[in-house]
């Protein structure tokens, strides 16, 4: 595939030879504030397939975008993978620089308005200067994509825009900053209608995909939604691009596990008409689920409701699922308690 500049896709990126290269210290996400986990509610774990609904709930402006206690290092891992992986984190489309510069305009007056204090991080950090994309030879200066990095650099959540498409009206995906991606990489989706970037995920085609792009229609400007998904991982990682980065011939024990949750919006922009998809991504120790029993219990259910497909997919990034869904039930009903500090 040709992205903005003429690149072209390289499939053998550094994240390819060094899964873990960009590990997260597991003790700050072990400590951290989980309160978030209250969110995979009702709505967002539920029995039965979870392709079958958008799950989604109305959010307040202010409430957009979340800056939280891990804002610091998270930034500055984002610096660090923009730096370091660039080709293949970032891409947009010719044509698409409208939407990247509204997007970007978009970030930056939520945080001038929100957090005030944290609102130039990018900006003023002089070592990125040769890594944006309007001031490298890595992407056309005049697509806007510069403008979308640097609005991803201020903010936890990942960027990425959908625009729709003149030639067959659906939607495509004609822009993205996504420095900590859940087994996905942009280049492999640029450029593709929403069905087909979704098309690994069983069931789909045939359950959501056509909800999806009417939800995109009717969408509008000022209204913002939000919706969770969540999955188990081996470990604490921000950057995961391939789902090999978390398989393993070991077989770890369920506490020993990590809740991997996206925090998704979608957001329609005023003047190009594009929609705007944040994702943050936020991990707990499966140990935290302990103060959190009616959750517990919720995920097993969900598990339980699982085809065999989606079982095949989503089985495989961690240990035998069944082990997982019975030690689930045992911290529901209070009989597992986590091990007493050493």
Known sequence: ????????????????????????????????????????????????????????????????????????????????????????????????????????????????????????????????????????????????????????????????????????????????????????????????????????????ADDLAGTVTRFFDRLRPGRIVSRRNWGFAAHPLLFVPQIGVLDTSDRYLPQDLWLRSERQTLRALPDTGAILFTIKVQLAPATALGEHRDLAARLADAIDGWSPEMLAMRGSRYGGVRTITTWLRSVADGTWSPPAPA
């Open 1 to 204: 595939m040709t992205v903005a500049g003429g690149m072209q896709e390289d499939r053998t990126g550094p994240y390819g030879r060094e899964p873990h290269r960009f590990a997260v210290d597991a003790g700050t996400y072990r400590a951290a504030d989980h309160g978030w986990l209250t969110e995979l509610d009702g709505l967002s774990v539920h029995r039965g397939a979870p392709q079958q609904r958008m799950a989604t709930r109305a959010v307040d402006g202010a409430d957009w975008l979340r800056v939280d206690g891990l804002r610091e290092p998270e930034l500055a891992l984002r610096h660090r993978i923009l730096a370091e992986a660039h080709p293949e984190v970032s891409a947009a489309v010719p044509g698409s620089g409208a939407a990247c510069e509204e997007a970007a305009a978009l970030v930056a007056s939520w945080l001038a308005e929100h957090h005030p204090d944290r609102y130039d991080a990018a900006a003023a950090d002089p070592g990125m200067e040769g890594v944006i994309s309007d001031a490298s030879d890595h992407q056309n200066p005049d697509d806007g994509l510069g403008a979308l990095e640097r609005a991803a650099l201020s903010v936890q959540e990942d960027l990425c825009l959908m625009e729709r498409s003149p030639h067959t009206g659906g939607w495509d995906l004609t822009a993205g900053v996504v420095l900590f991606p859940s087994y996905w990489r942009i280049l492999e989706k640029l450029g593709h209608r929403q069905e087909a970037i979704h098309g690994p995920v069983p069931h789909y």
